[in-house]
Nanobody, 123 residues
């Protein structure tokens, strides 16, 4: 199956910003939800932000007010703008595509995953 591809990760100081992008090609023909997840060392993978084909968004409580997810359907991309980053945001960030219109943060509802892009936030 087509695999999402992430870019934009890097290392920033606390309080800085990063913008991550994901290219997913033709994986939204069913009106798929696209999500961003993250996994820190020793932690379980968790949902961060998601957006459906109509533009409705969902965020984890820990990132509300700091992260903004958006999409450009014509370019087959989904982005997340991450502001006010802190060391707790350090993780591998993954883009994932579901087979459902409904946006959840349940891992089993996202069959298609990118390989991840590393985000490191230092003091």
């Amino acid at each position: 199956q087509a695999q999402p591809v992430e870019s934009g990760g890097g290392s920033v100081q606390s309080g800085g910003s990063l913008r991550l992008s994901c290219v997913y090609s033709e994986m939204r023909s069913r009106g798929r939800c696209m999500g961003w997840f993250r996994q820190a060392p020793g932690k379980e993978r968790e949902g961060v932000a998601a957006i459906d084909s109509s533009g409705h968004t969902r965020y984890a409580e820990s990132v509300k007010g700091r992260f903004t997810i958006s999409q450009d359907i014509a370019k087959n991309t989904v982005n997340v703008q991450m502001n006010s980053l802190n060391p707790e945001d350090t993780a591998m960030y993954y883009c994932a595509a579901s087979n459902d219109y409904y946006c959840s943060f349940l891992l089993h509802q996202f069959p298609y995953w990118g390989q991840g892009t590393q985000v490191t936030v230092s003091s």
